[in-house]
C-alpha cells in the first residue's frame, strides 16, 4: 500500500470579466419575473332586487357581453332577495358583471319578440336599465386582491 504524500493547494486565479455577466444575470431575472403568469384575484358579487326563493343567474363576462364572453357563472336561490356570487382564482384583466333572475327556471334569459327581456336582469355599473349596454359601459378593471361590486336588478317590463 502505497501512502501519498500531502497535497498542495493552489488557490484559483480570478478570471477578470468585462462586467456583463451581473447585467445578464439581471436581465435574466428580470425576464424570468415578466414572464411569471399574473397572479389571480377574486370577485365577490352581491345581486339585488330578486324574489326570494328564485334562481339567479351570474356571469362574469371578458371582452364582450355575448353568451360566449360570459362563459364563467354560477346560479344560485335568491334568499331574503339577494344572492351573494364569489368567483375565485380569476386573472387580472377587464371584465363585466351580467346577471338574471330566471322566474320560470328554464336557465335562460327570456325576451320579448322585440328582444326586451321579460325576467329581471342586471349589469355591473348600474347599466342597462333603459338599453343593453356595451362591454364598455359595464366593464371593470380587475386587480390583486379582487373586488366587491353590486348589480341590481330591475325589470325591462312590468310583470305580466
Do not use: W
Not at 32 to 59: K, R, Y
Not at 73 to 87: D, H, I, P, Y
Request: charged content about 20%.
Amino acid at each position: 500500500m502505497s501512502v501519498a504524500g500531502p497535497r498542495t493547494l493552489r488557490t484559483p486565479t480570478p478570471i477578470p470579466h468585462s462586467g456583463r455577466a451581473p447585467r445578464r444575470l439581471a436581465l435574466a431575472a428580470v425576464a424570468v419575473v415578466v414572464a411569471l403568469p399574473a397572479a389571480a384575484a377574486t370577485v365577490e358579487v352581491v345581486v339585488d332586487g330578486a324574489d326570494p326563493g328564485t334562481s339567479v343567474s351570474v356571469a362574469l363576462c371578458q371582452g364582450g357581453l355575448s353568451e360566449e364572453a360570459c362563459s364563467l357563472g354560477q346560479e344560485l336561490t335568491a334568499r331574503g332577495g339577494t344572492v351573494n356570487v364569489v368567483f375565485r382564482d380569476v386573472p387580472a384583466g377587464r371584465y363585466a358583471v351580467a346577471a338574471f333572475e330566471d322566474v320560470n327556471g328554464n336557465r335562460k334569459l327570456d325576451r320579448t319578440g322585440l328582444g326586451l327581456p321579460i325576467e329581471p336582469y342586471g349589469f355591473s355599473g348600474g347599466v342597462g336599465l333603459k338599453a343593453r349596454p356595451t362591454f364598455a359601459q359595464a366593464a371593470f378593471d380587475l386587480r390583486e386582491p379582487g373586488t366587491a361590486l353590486r348589480v341590481g336588478l330591475a325589470r325591462a317590463l312590468p310583470r305580466r
